[in-house]
């Protein structure tokens, strides 16, 4: 049986990236939903398989600018209540974090780049060891706290929070929270260098050398990011 997963998509360019062809090798049938733009309350979204909420410049309390984001964050609070697969990138985890009733904010500083996250006792055991120290691609200046209950399974020196899941009572973590980038097709970061390009000079990088990182980087990381969703995917029976 055909099994499906709907994305929310924010920028035309931050898609699933990799995941895509990885979830369709597993039998998913993949489609978008472009926020502003599609509904979400449709049934074909609020029962998927798979619920994955990807990215976008801007912030989760933006709702006075962008009413959509209440209808987003209702959808993940219906799909936790429910225990649905659901998995948050950057904004999207974030999204999941308010909808568990955790607070997000602003730090003051822009974490931009790649480099490694730093994975507690709880991620070394969770889904996200495949990740060792392998560089990550971060792209974000809000910050999320971790839902009652729950553990940190990553953090870097500015972000004491960088990824969490919730568990059903069987341990099933049906919802996981990544504030830094997996999905990202190495192939076309250069869509990334041409749209934020403020945001690389702000924090007082070097487009060059941040090519040549998304480059030298791109086969440890893809295998890497690989495992981790291939691994989830296990784990929640999916």
């Not at 309350?41 to 309390?61: K, T």
């Not at 987003?72 to 429910?82: F, G, M, P």
């Not at 904010?105 to 120290?133: F, H, I």
């Not at 990182?213 to 440890?220: C, F, G, P």
Request: charged share 20%.
């Amino acid at each position: 049986m055909t099994r499906t997963a709907y994305a929310i998509r924010h920028v035309a360019f931050e898609d699933l990236g990799i995941y895509e062809q990885l979830l369709e090798d597993r039998g998913f049938t993949v489609e978008y939903r472009d926020a502003g733009i599609d509904s979400l309350n449709i049934p074909e979204v609020q029962e998927a398989d798979l619920l994955i909420v990807l990215g976008a410049p801007i912030s989760v309390n933006d709702t006075q600018s962008y009413p959509f984001l209440f209808e987003e964050v209702e959808l993940i609070k219906n799909r936790l209540a429910s225990q649905k697969p659901v998995l948050g990138i950057c904004l999207g985890a974030q999204q999941i974090a308010m909808a568990a009733g955790a607070e997000i904010s602003t730090s003051g500083v822009l974490e931009l780049g790649y480099s490694p996250v730093e994975l507690t006792e709880a991620g070394k055991n969770s889904v996200l060891a495949p990740l060792g120290n392998t560089p990550v691609l971060h792209w974000h200046g809000d910050q999320f706290s971790i839902p009652a209950d729950r553990e940190t399974l990553a953090t870097t020196s500015d972000f004491e929070n960088q990824a969490f899941t919730l568990e059903d009572e069987a341990g099933k973590p049906f919802a996981l929270a990544l504030q830094f980038h997996l999905e990202v097709d190495p192939r076309k970061v250069e869509q990334w260098l041409i749209a934020y390009t403020a945001d690389i000079v702000d924090s007082g990088q070097d487009i060059a050398v941040f090519r040549r990182e998304a480059s030298q980087y791109a086969e440890d990381l893809t295998a890497a990011s690989t495992q981790v969703l291939n691994g989830w995917l296990d784990a929640v029976g999916l």
